[in-house]
């Protein structure tokens, strides 16, 4: 029945279910589009039901493909067909992001009641691992342990990570632990010793990209039971979908963008959703995502974005490493902050690159090696404004900083420019006067 109070509040009435439910936590009854990856994961698990451990199996694609949702609901399947005779311990290694913190978290996942919770930085990693394996023993159930993000893992922690989870598999009775890791970055792979890395992925699951015709049917469907009919209009979806299908074949983005449509469309009082909204949609949403990246930064990451954003805004060109580091110096001397070595600086930078808040171009400067040229991507004076939000950033004036001299590069690349710091620059001179006297 439609919201009587709707005619009352002046509210058009398209809204007919939970607009919540295209919220990321929400596990749709279905997956379409993704029954091929179903029924692989389900044929490979299906072994724990002839009494067999499953293999291992690895799934793969970008961000927004299915792989999270497609895990979620074929465990689940799995522990109804069970009654509940499979354990199913799902684990976020971005959040949980070492060995140890992973075997606290399962520990206590596994506690019975309350009272056998471990403190976190309780007990050394060995005493938790043999509690681990006591329990999951002592439940004499299939445990399957999805480890999602698994990637971040490796990165932070490197290789002999796994190790120490592979070996519960080996150490748990019966052997009757399984491992699905998923990935949107196969890459931390490579790293890996090739035995570790066979028997992660003893099995493996490609998610390919969705296509817009693809995002389109799942728009259709996610939308089904929370809209009337025809309420969003059909280049609404499209345009979502096709968003969506250009962002990589991402779900999560053109499901997001129709949200926030919805919600745009519903606060001007629209009759309908229109391909404005979705437009208008997608300039918030940028906005929101890059606001949520900056000011989730660690303190030195926002401190090496505001040098880069400063040094762009004193010269709206390239800018290079070295001078980004000399005013990050600058500026941490300002704010009372001990700088980190250029080492972590160049880490850092990467990292800032990974969330799409800097490109870096590596180009060859002649003689003076290679360095990295770095942009800020997107609208720096925003970027500026979220920075400066951070309690420890607030008081930041940036009075002492200041152009750097700019000087040319290696004579052969003459476009090519770089700054140098005053020593160098010296260097640079009497070479530049050496080669024109050998050059006479
Ligand atoms: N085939 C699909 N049908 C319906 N919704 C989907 C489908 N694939 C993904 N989604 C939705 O898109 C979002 C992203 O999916 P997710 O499984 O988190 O992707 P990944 O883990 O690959 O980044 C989730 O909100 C999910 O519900
Ligand atoms: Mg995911």
């Given at each position: 029945?439609?919201?009587?109070?709707?005619?009352?509040?002046?509210?058009?009435?398209?809204?007919?279910?939970?607009?919540?439910?295209?919220?990321?936590?929400?596990?749709?009854?279905?997956?379409?589009?993704?029954?091929?990856?179903?029924?692989?994961?389900?044929?490979?698990?299906?072994?724990?039901?002839?009494?067999?451990?499953?293999?291992?199996?690895?799934?793969?694609?970008?961000?927004?493909?299915?792989?999270?949702?497609?895990?979620?609901?074929?465990?689940?399947?799995?522990?109804?067909?069970?009654?509940?005779?499979?354990?199913?311990?799902?684990?976020?290694?971005?959040?949980?992001?070492?060995?140890?913190?992973?075997?606290?978290?399962?520990?206590?996942?596994?506690?019975?009641?309350?009272?056998?919770?471990?403190?976190?930085?309780?007990?050394?990693?060995?005493?938790?691992?043999?509690?681990?394996?006591?329990?999951?023993?002592?439940?004499?159930?299939?445990?399957?342990?999805?480890?999602?993000?698994?990637?971040?893992?490796?990165?932070?922690?490197?290789?002999?990570?796994?190790?120490?989870?592979?070996?519960?598999?080996?150490?748990?009775?019966?052997?009757?632990?399984?491992?699905?890791?998923?990935?949107?970055?196969?890459?931390?792979?490579?790293?890996?010793?090739?035995?570790?890395?066979?028997?992660?992925?003893?099995?493996?699951?490609?998610?390919?990209?969705?296509?817009?015709?693809?995002?389109?049917?799942?728009?259709?469907?996610?939308?089904?039971?929370?809209?009337?009919?025809?309420?969003?209009?059909?280049?609404?979806?499209?345009?979502?979908?096709?968003?969506?299908?250009?962002?990589?074949?991402?779900?999560?983005?053109?499901?997001?963008?129709?949200?926030?449509?919805?919600?745009?469309?519903?606060?001007?009082?629209?009759?309908?959703?229109?391909?404005?909204?979705?437009?208008?949609?997608?300039?918030?949403?940028?906005?929101?995502?890059?606001?949520?990246?900056?000011?989730?930064?660690?303190?030195?990451?926002?401190?090496?974005?505001?040098?880069?954003?400063?040094?762009?805004?004193?010269?709206?060109?390239?800018?290079?490493?070295?001078?980004?580091?000399?005013?990050?110096?600058?500026?941490?001397?300002?704010?009372?902050?001990?700088?980190?070595?250029?080492?972590?600086?160049?880490?850092?930078?990467?990292?800032?690159e990974d969330f799409g808040l800097l490109t870096a171009k590596t180009k060859s400067m002649g003689r003076?090696?290679?360095?990295?040229?770095?942009?800020?991507?997107g609208d720096y004076k925003s970027i500026k404004s979220h920075l400066l939000e951070d309690d420890h950033?607030?008081?930041?004036?940036?009075?002492?900083?200041?152009?750097?001299?700019?000087?040319?590069?290696?004579?052969?690349?003459?476009?090519?420019?770089?700054?140098?710091?005053?020593?160098?620059?010296?260097?640079?001179?009497?070479?530049?006067?050496?080669?024109?006297?050998?050059?006479?």
């Open positions: 029945m439609d919201n009587p109070f709707f005619k009352y509040a002046g509210k058009k009435n398209f809204l007919v279910g939970d607009l919540s439910t295209l919220g990321g936590s929400f596990q749709p009854e279905s997956l379409p589009h993704r029954e091929s990856q179903i029924e692989l994961m389900a044929n490979t698990l299906s072994s724990v039901i002839r009494g067999t451990r499953p293999s291992n199996i690895l799934l793969y694609g970008k961000t927004g493909s299915g792989k999270t949702s497609v895990a979620t609901h074929v465990t689940k399947m799995l522990r109804e067909a069970t009654d509940d005779g499979v354990k199913v311990y799902y684990v976020n290694c971005q959040i949980y992001d070492s060995p140890y913190s992973i075997m606290v978290s399962l520990v206590n996942m596994l506690a019975p009641n309350q009272e056998n919770e471990i403190p976190p930085l309780g007990w050394p990693q060995d005493r938790i691992y043999l509690e681990l394996v006591r329990r999951i023993n002592r439940m004499g159930k299939y445990v399957i342990l999805i480890l999602d993000e698994i990637d971040k893992l490796i990165k932070k922690n490197g290789g002999d990570s796994l190790y120490v989870l592979l070996k519960l598999l080996d150490d748990s009775a019966g052997s009757r632990t399984s491992i699905i890791g998923i990935t949107n970055d196969t890459s931390f792979m490579d790293g890996l010793d090739a035995r570790v890395r066979s028997r992660l992925n003893q099995e493996s699951v490609l998610f390919p990209p969705y296509n817009a015709s693809e995002l389109r049917d799942i728009l259709v469907y996610r939308l089904a039971d929370i809209v009337k009919q025809g309420s969003v209009e059909e280049a609404a979806i499209n345009l979502c979908a096709a968003i969506g299908a250009q962002e990589h074949g991402d779900a999560r983005k053109a499901i997001d963008l129709m949200r926030i449509s919805i919600e745009m469309a519903i606060r001007a009082d629209n009759p309908a959703v229109t391909e404005d909204e979705v437009v208008k949609a997608r300039g918030k949403f940028e906005m929101d995502v890059m606001r949520e990246a900056v000011t989730t930064l660690p303190l030195q990451s926002k401190v090496l974005l505001l040098s880069a954003v400063i040094t762009q805004e004193l010269d709206n060109s390239q800018m290079v490493t070295g001078e980004i580091y000399e005013n990050y110096k600058s500026i941490c001397n300002e704010l009372g902050f001990m700088p980190l070595s250029t080492r972590r600086i160049s880490d850092i930078l990467s990292e800032l003076y090696g290679r360095t990295r040229w770095i942009r800020v991507i950033l607030s008081t930041f004036s940036g009075g002492g900083l200041m152009r750097q001299t700019r000087i040319s590069s290696a004579s052969d690349e003459k476009d090519e420019w770089g700054y140098m710091k005053a020593t160098d620059i010296g260097d640079k001179l009497s070479d530049l006067a050496n080669s024109t006297l050998a050059n006479d």
